[in-house]
């Protein structure tokens, strides 16, 4: 098939993905409510949705890489991809900014308000007058009974390691790429999916250990509903991220990449950098701070 010229522009067939993409986060999100809240079949449900995203991510990743190997993807397409990932990963920032910002509202302003500092500090009178000003709360009257806070030593730092090592390997992996050096590709960007499933692993044990050991729960008030809140959406990314290196290994092991055509690898590592960013912003802010 003869090279798009530079100003040609790939339009592909209507596609079902996006539908399933819907379906799939529909799914999910009904699954793992109805979980939370001991209702059946929510385990069923969760399942199907994680069925439904991986047919999706099957699909989909099958057709853009069908239709780069046949050379539909010309340079201009080239530069909407990455405008496309640079806006994706902007918005990523924002959603956890999002989260920050309510975090540091609770922790330095709600708090201090409900102690009786400020010029709302009259609800402390009037509401709560036993409570305490102090980070970490469940809120007023212990709402969902005494917990033992999340510290930074133990699983935390070591995941922090875990995470950096394999900002560490995806970096090595890439400069196999572009040297040509197949196997330091490959052996990169399995320790990295290696390293990033191992977080997830070890995040899982921990939250475990402080649901049943220290009853940090969605109960414990403002404290457990932040930290499952910001430290669950890191893990998902995580995964998300660990699915899309798998993706580009399976290319890798085809010989799909070259020196000069790579971006969908180039893509999933910013991608998996910008999640080691963020995971250094919650160990400080949530667990040591």
Known sequence: MSHPTPDEYYIPEPSPWPLAASLAVLLLVLGLALVLNDVDPGWAVLAAGLLVLAWMFYGWFGDVVRENLAGRHSPRVDRSFRLGMYWF????????????????????????????????????EILYNQFQAQWPT???????????????????????????????????????????????LVWGLAATIALGLLFVALQAWEYHEAWREMNVTLRSGIYGSTFYLLTGFHGMHVTVGAVMLMAILGRALRGHFTPQNHFAFEAVAWYWHFVDVVWLALFIFVYWL
Do not use: C, D, M
């Open 138 to 184: 469940s809120g007023p009257g212990e709402l969902g009974g005494p917990f033992e806070p999340v510290g930074a030593v133990g699983v935390p730092a070591f995941n922090t390691l875990v995470l950096l090592s394999s900002g560490a390997t995806i970096t090595w992996a890439h400069w196999g790429l572009k040297a040509e050096r197949r196997g330091q």
């Open 89 to 124: 990963i902007a918005s990523e920032v924002f959603f956890f900014l999002t989260f920050f910002g309510a975090l540091y509202y609770v922790r330095n302003i709600a708090v201090a308000w409900l102690g009786g500092a400020g010029y709302l500090g009259i609800t402390h």
